[in-house]
């Protein structure tokens, strides 16, 4: 059997050889405020694909390869089934743009792919299928495509068509790089089939084809009209490859598993999980996958620096956490039973991921203190529940628990639905799922707008006074004198955790293990509006993130920076002092002398470690 590493070893060698710089993981914190977590694998190259960034400048190359560690959300629910994850790993190769040097497109992606396959890994080429984009609207169907894939070997009847749901990728925002794709499936056999005439990819009544590669043909840009209000495509400056192999669903074929489950991404760790409950997983496979997964994917959270809280990344986290252990107690699970699982999943993928080694003492301490609180919110929950039964009864009102009431249970006290289904079927009420899943669609849009403004608050391109953008680039340049001010207090462990800025006021949130002392928020203040009113210089440089780094350089976000940044500087221009340098994205104040003001209003907790500021600026 194959193992894991040597698996995703061989692509990333594969492509090596094919002339791709191979490019480490960035982090599941994307640069892009609209996305709560790094969900696809071309994420990373988002500002490269639609021509912003120059990838010649930065990379030497147009060719890239890497394996990206994702985190998907949008079916926590599902996970338990053979095969949703919330954590996963996404093999990919890119080709952005060409030129006579280097770069390509369909035609050779098409080739590497069957490579790869068939050469490499030694798949049957009569059990591959292929779909295709079978146009629609304004997009011409991908005919150009269905003859590649002809040339290659592969008939036309094991080639389908099918429309955008299917066969048209992206963006990964409301707008961006997008293009029709052709997609590789597996034939697992007829023994996965449902045995009707026309059985084949996307079947929607078996799990016989399994889709393992998605070749993107990146060759249009999705534009939102301000004048419309409407969405269009236009044709991008450059063609693109962006592929993507779902590493969990490729292991589980190559092993000849049904489940990636069943192989060695989790198995071992489900074998853990048997030890210590006593139970067998053929019996209670649901509840051990749950906990499998949900806690590979908050240990890879954790490492990053994403902390238990209600809003956005945070609320994710405390939910998996949650879920964890309301599964943890169905299965009797005795106190601490989690830190040899942490123990393997680091051991496990630390080879690939460092910071998971780094950081599993966090791991363990911010997962059993969540587990602790959480305790308590199992039982104030049960008591909510108890009261809400028993008043609907003495009123004789119909045994229904609405979906209102179990979106409380679920957002309130972290009770999974499947759960709350449990707890109602005991008492012998129904529970209104599409009530449940119209107030969790809600919730999601709100979260999703709140995500939207979670780093850096307002976009300056998105504020149309000019009043109000001039407000907004002021308060961004306190927030770094107000870090280098922090720092100054209180120590050099004090490290930006996030900010959102309107306006009104800054909200600059950071790394600190107690509450700050009036004196300590007085001296930080003063010492703010003492670089204000020294009208230190504000000045942009570009350079390479290693110089900025090697120059003193703050960068704490925990995300893959470009090769070359702006670094922001504020400094005494009469004697040379620094006294703030950061890498960001701006926008800033030319001088300090512009900012008025600092006022802080408030400090207090944000979640555990984490402390917050409220901030003014009076002119």
């Known amino acids: 059997m194959l193992p894991s590493e040597e698996i995703r070893k061989s692509f990333l060698d594969f492509f090596k050889e094919k002339g791709?710089?191979?490019?480490?993981?960035?982090?599941?914190?994307?640069?892009?405020?609209?996305?709560?977590?790094?969900?696809?694998?071309?994420?990373?190259?988002?500002?490269?694909?639609?021509?912003?960034?120059?990838?010649?400048r930065e990379f030497a190359t147009r060719q890239l390869a890497s394996c990206q560690k994702c985190v998907r959300t949008v079916d926590i629910e599902e996970v338990g089934d053979d095969t949703h994850h919330t954590l996963f790993e996404m093999l990919g190769n890119w080709s952005i743009g060409q030129d006579r040097n280097s770069g390509y497109f369909k035609e050779k992606a098409i080739e590497y792919a069957l490579e790869f396959f068939c050469d490499r890994l030694k798949f049957d080429k009569n059990k591959l299928w292929i779909t295709f984009f079978k146009g629609e609207k304004e997009i011409p169907a991908d005919k150009e495509a269905v003859r590649i894939w002809e040339k290659n070997g592969i008939p036309k009847e094991r080639i389908k068509g099918f429309g955008s749901s299917d066969n048209f990728w992206g963006p990964v925002s409301e707008t961006g790089p997008c293009g029709p794709c052709s997609e590789i499936h597996y034939d697992r056999g007829e023994k996965f089939g449902c045995s009707k005439p026309g059985c084949g990819p996307n079947c929607p009544d078996c799990s016989r084809f399994v889709e393992l590669w998605n070749l993107v043909f990146m060759e249009y840009n999705k534009v939102h009209s301000s004048a419309s209000g409407k969405f269009y495509y236009e044709k991008l400056p450059q063609k693109s490859i962006d592929t993507g192999i779902g590493f969990e669903r490729i292991v589980s074929i190559i092993q000849e598993k049904d489940s990636a489950y069943e192989t060695d991404l989790f198995y071992p760790l489900i074998k853990i999980i048997e030890k210590i409950s006593q139970k067998p997983y053929e019996d209670n496979k649901k509840n051990f996958r749950i906990l499998a997964d949900h806690l590979r994917a908050v240990s890879f959270m954790i490492a990053q620096g994403i902390l238990p809280n209600n809003l956005g990344r945070g609320y994710i986290l405390r939910r998996l956490l949650r879920r964890i252990y309301r599964t943890?107690?169905?299965?009797?699970?005795?106190?601490?039973?989690?830190?040899?699982?942490?123990?393997?999943?680091?051991?496990?993928?630390?080879?690939?991921?460092?910071?998971?080694?780094?950081?599993?003492?966090?791991?363990?301490?911010?997962?059993?203190?969540?587990?602790?609180?959480?305790?308590?919110?199992?039982?104030?929950?049960?008591?909510?529940?108890?009261?809400?039964?028993?008043?609907?009864?003495?009123?004789?009102?119909?045994?229904?628990?609405?979906?209102?009431?179990?979106?409380?249970?679920?957002?309130?006290?972290?009770?999974?639905?499947?759960?709350?289904?449990?707890?109602?079927?005991?008492?012998?009420?129904?529970?209104?799922?599409?009530?449940?899943?119209?107030?969790?669609?809600?919730?999601?849009?709100?979260?999703?707008?709140?995500?939207?403004?979670?780093?850096?608050?307002?976009?300056?391109?998105?504020?149309?006074?000019?009043?109000?953008?001039?407000?907004?680039?002021?308060?961004?340049?306190?927030?770094?004198?107000?870090?280098?001010?922090?720092?100054?207090?209180?120590?050099?462990?004090?490290?930006?955790?996030?900010?959102?800025?309107?306006?009104?006021?800054?909200?600059?949130?950071?790394?600190?293990?107690?509450?700050?002392?009036?004196?300590?928020?007085?001296?930080?203040?003063?010492?703010?509006?003492?670089?204000?009113?020294?009208?230190?210089?504000?000045?942009?440089?570009?350079?390479?993130?290693?110089?900025?780094?090697?120059?003193?350089?703050?960068?704490?976000?925990?995300?893959?920076?470009?090769?070359?940044?702006?670094?922001?500087?504020?400094?005494?221009?009469?004697?040379?002092?620094?006294?703030?340098?950061?890498?960001?994205?701006?926008?800033?104040?030319?001088?300090?002398?512009?900012?008025?003001?600092?006022?802080i209003i408030k400090e207090e907790s944000s979640s555990r470690g984490v402390r917050r500021i409220r901030a003014v600026l009076e002119q």
Request: aromatic fraction near 10%.
């Open 20 to 56: 791709h710089k191979i490019v480490p993981s960035s982090s599941i914190i994307p640069a892009d405020p609209t996305s709560l977590f790094t969900s696809a694998g071309m994420q990373q190259f988002v500002l490269y694909l639609n021509g912003s960034r120059d990838v010649l």
């Open 328 to 599: 943890a107690n169905v299965l009797s699970l005795p106190s601490g039973w989690e830190r040899e699982c942490i123990d393997w999943i680091v051991k496990k993928y630390s080879g690939v991921y460092p910071e998971l080694l780094s950081e599993t003492n966090d791991i363990v301490i911010v997962s059993s203190k969540e587990y602790e609180k959480f305790g308590k919110a199992i039982r104030e929950g049960m008591k909510f529940f108890e009261k809400l039964v028993s008043d609907k009864l003495k009123k004789k009102l119909p045994k229904v628990i609405k979906g209102e009431e179990a979106f409380s249970l679920y957002e309130t006290y972290g009770f999974p639905f499947e759960f709350i289904l449990q707890l109602a079927e005991e008492k012998g009420f129904k529970v209104d799922k599409e009530g449940f899943l119209k107030w969790s669609g809600r919730h999601r849009e709100i979260s999703r707008k709140g995500a939207k403004k979670k780093f850096g608050g307002l976009g300056i391109e998105e504020i149309t006074k000019e009043g109000d953008r001039i407000k907004v680039t002021r308060l961004h340049t306190a927030t770094h004198l107000l870090q280098a001010a922090l720092r100054k207090v209180l120590g050099s462990q004090v490290k930006q955790m996030g900010s959102d800025i309107n306006p009104k006021r800054l909200r600059f949130d950071f790394s600190f293990s107690r509450k700050m002392t009036p004196e300590e928020i007085k001296k930080t203040e003063d010492l703010v509006n003492k670089k204000i009113k020294q009208a230190l210089k504000v000045k942009e440089e570009k350079m390479p993130f290693k110089e900025a780094i090697n120059q003193g350089a703050l960068a704490f976000f925990k995300e893959k920076y470009p090769e070359v940044v702006s670094v922001y500087s504020i400094f005494d221009q009469k004697t040379g002092e620094v006294f703030s340098k950061e890498v960001c994205a701006g926008p800033h104040a030319k001088s300090t002398k512009e900012l008025g003001k600092f006022k």
